[in-house]
């Protein structure tokens, strides 16, 4: 008999040489960030099998993570970011999954969503303009990588989203910048939060598209983290292609930032 042990060392790591993480949740059940950020509260979460371990999973009418409001911490001012997370949704509708707001009166807010059809992502600038950028995929019970990058001013006074789903980049928008004091100060994962004093500077909003139950996140969501620049289009398809490779499989291999050990060898009994 023939046994194929596989021994993989790796170099993890949760930052870039040129980003840093702001906060990140492998959901290992709990909601505990590395490095620390304490959430606000939270409400309906529970944990199951993920992409790499457990998950965080959202029952779609009463689940969330509040990120805080007014809490300067989050994102600094005019801060370009990064958002990345996997997610394994159990419905094709309306759905939020992240949510970012400027709380300080600019009505500066960025959302992470899904619909019947895709996956987007929009930024409204504080003046009634929104940059939407989105992708058709099934994200139906299949683990989909999501990355969104959001450069505050792309050099021409423009925001610039850039959506990236399973590590390709999918699609980009941009809107005039609004070339306010851009501090993100709060948050929501897994709902939207309505807010009256931005409804006629938000669409997602006004339209009523992420409004009620349908604003509600159900499925999994794994390993979600923030970093305060942007990644480039290869970071991202390394943080996408990162999967637990398992033990008993007869050829494994896994590399990630070029850093891998192989160790085969055969034992006769």
């Known amino acids: 008999m023939k046994k194929i042990i596989?021994?993989?060392?790796?170099?993890?790591?949760?930052s870039f040489s040129h980003a840093a993480v702001i906060a990140s949740w492998d959901f290992e059940n709990n909601l505990t960030?590395?490095?620390?950020?304490?959430?606000?509260?939270?409400?309906?979460?529970?944990?199951?099998?993920?992409?790499?371990?457990?998950?965080?999973?959202?029952?779609?009418?009463?689940?969330?993570?509040?990120?805080?409001?007014?809490?300067?911490?989050?994102?600094?001012?005019?801060?370009?970011f990064t958002v990345s997370m996997w997610i394994k949704s159990d419905q094709l509708t309306n759905q939020a999954l992240i949510s970012f707001d400027d709380d300080s009166g600019w009505f500066l807010r960025t959302?992470?969503?899904?619909?019947?059809?895709?996956?987007?992502?929009?930024?409204?600038n504080g003046?009634?303009?929104?940059?939407?950028?989105?992708?058709?995929?099934?994200?139906?019970?299949?683990?989909?990588?999501?990355?969104?990058?959001?450069?505050f001013n792309d050099g021409t006074g423009n925001t610039v989203l850039s959506l990236f789903i399973n590590g390709v980049l999918s699609?980009?928008?941009?809107?005039?910048?609004?070339?306010?004091?851009r501090v993100i100060d709060s948050g929501d994962i897994g709902r939207y939060h309505i807010r009256s004093d931005i409804a006629a500077f938000d669409p997602?909003?006004?339209?009523?598209?992420?409004?009620?139950?349908?604003?509600?996140?159900?499925g999994?969501?794994?390993?979600?983290?923030?970093?305060?620049?942007?990644?480039?289009?290869?970071e991202i398809d390394e943080l996408a292609t990162l999967q637990r490779v398992s033990a008993p499989s007869v050829l494994a291999y896994m590399s990630l930032f070029g850093v891998f050990v192989l160790i085969r060898r055969n034992v006769s009994a």
Do not use: C, E, K
Request: hydrophobic share 35%; aromatic share 10%; proline share 1%.
């Open 111 to 124: 959302t992470i969503y899904t619909d019947s059809t895709g996956i987007r992502a929009a930024y409204t």
């Open 33 to 80: 960030s590395d490095p620390a950020y304490n959430v606000v509260g939270a409400s309906g979460i529970t944990y199951g099998s993920g992409v790499d371990g457990n998950a965080a999973y959202f029952s779609g009418t009463s689940s969330y993570i509040d990120l805080g409001d007014n809490n300067s911490t989050l994102m600094a001012d005019n801060a370009d």
């Open 220 to 234: 999994g969501m794994d390993s979600l983290a923030i970093y305060d620049q942007l990644l480039t289009a290869s």
């Open 127 to 151: 003046q009634n303009q929104t940059a939407i950028a989105g992708f058709d995929v099934n994200y139906l019970d299949v683990w989909t990588h999501v990355a969104l990058t959001q450069d």
């Open 6 to 14: 596989l021994i993989a060392s790796l170099l993890l790591t949760s």
């Open 171 to 181: 699609d980009s928008s941009s809107v005039t910048s609004s070339g306010q004091g």
């Open 204 to 218: 997602l909003q006004s339209s009523g598209s992420l409004v009620g139950n349908g604003s509600f996140y159900s």
